[in-house]
């Protein structure tokens, strides 16, 4: 069995891959279980999102073409793996939001969190040790 990197370049993982909303259910069924077959993703987003097959398809088509998956021929159909991470994913979203919402500023997040959200103690208290063991980059 051949697998085919669906990536350009030196066959390395994608630093950043932007996915929607609709891809994340994908990519969580192969985060979770990998490799998996088209009619078996399907048949579990069709179970679980009521969504049909040509619409996922659609979506593994989409995150093969922006290097999210990677496949691997066997027979006649296509087995679909994560080309990329979780984590990487999660850190691209991180970001992305981080920069539409606070113009890439940490500090106004953790204004906002701490203004409108009920903090108890134990969560200030755990905030403050993850701050103190941050290092700073520069």
């Keep these: 069995m051949s697998r085919k990197k669906s990536q350009k370049g030196s066959g390395g993982e994608k630093p950043h891959v932007a996915i929607t909303e609709a891809e994340w259910s994908v990519m969580e ?35 093969v073409a922006k290097g999210a998956l990677e496949t691997e021929a066997q027979g006649n159909r296509f087995l679909y793996s994560p080309a990329v991470q979780r984590s990487a994913c999660v850190a691209e979203e991180t970001r992305s939001f981080l920069e539409r919402m606070f113009g890439g500023a940490l500090q106004p997040l953790l204004a906002h969190v701490a203004e409108h959200h009920e903090l108890s103690r134990k969560d200030i208290s755990e905030l403050k040790a993850l701050l103190d063991e941050i290092k700073p980059k520069s």
Excluded: D, H, M, Y
């Design 29 to 63: 069924l192969l985060w979770e279980q990998s490799p998996r077959n088209s009619q078996e993703i399907a048949s579990l987003l069709e179970t679980r999102q009521g969504w049909k097959r040509a619409t996922v398809l659609t979506l593994l088509t989409r995150l």
